[in-house]
């Protein structure tokens, strides 16, 4: 069995910062990518930040030059700072991996439970 436990989420000013993280447990063979997804209210889930094996890192444009991800040397954490932040950031963020497990022989997506962004003043 595979868990995504994600950390950080809150209440922020416009402008301000928060950091989340996302850490892959369990029985994992392989992690191809991790990244994280937000879904706001009334609307689809979306991609922020995507990050493959190699460090190649693909934002949504209503991200770039504000968040940052990373992934932790051990290669199953995931992270995402977030700068300047928007009330239109407010959502809840997904930790997201695709990653193929001991039990299976091709990978899939697997997903956190969601932690709530709130940005307002």
């Known amino acids: 069995q595979v868990q995504l436990v994600e950390s950080g989420g809150g209440l922020v000013q416009p402008g301000g910062s928060l950091r989340l993280s996302c850490a892959a447990s369990g029985s994992i063979f392989a992690i191809y990518a991790m990244g994280w997804y937000r879904q706001a209210p009334g609307k689809q889930r979306e991609l922020v930040a995507r990050?493959?094996?190699?460090?190649?890192?693909v934002y949504a444009d209503s991200v770039k030059g504000r968040f940052t991800g990373s992934r932790g040397v051990a290669g199953n954490t995931v992270y995402l700072q977030m700068n300047s932040l928007r009330p239109e950031d407010t959502a809840v963020y997904y930790c997201?991996?695709?990653?193929?497990?001991?039990?299976?022989?091709?990978?899939?997506?697997?997903w956190g439970q969601g932690t709530q962004v709130t940005v307002s003043s």
């Open positions: 990050i493959d094996s190699a460090g190649r890192t």
């Open positions: 997201y991996a695709f990653l193929r497990s001991k039990a299976t022989t091709e990978p899939s997506d697997y």
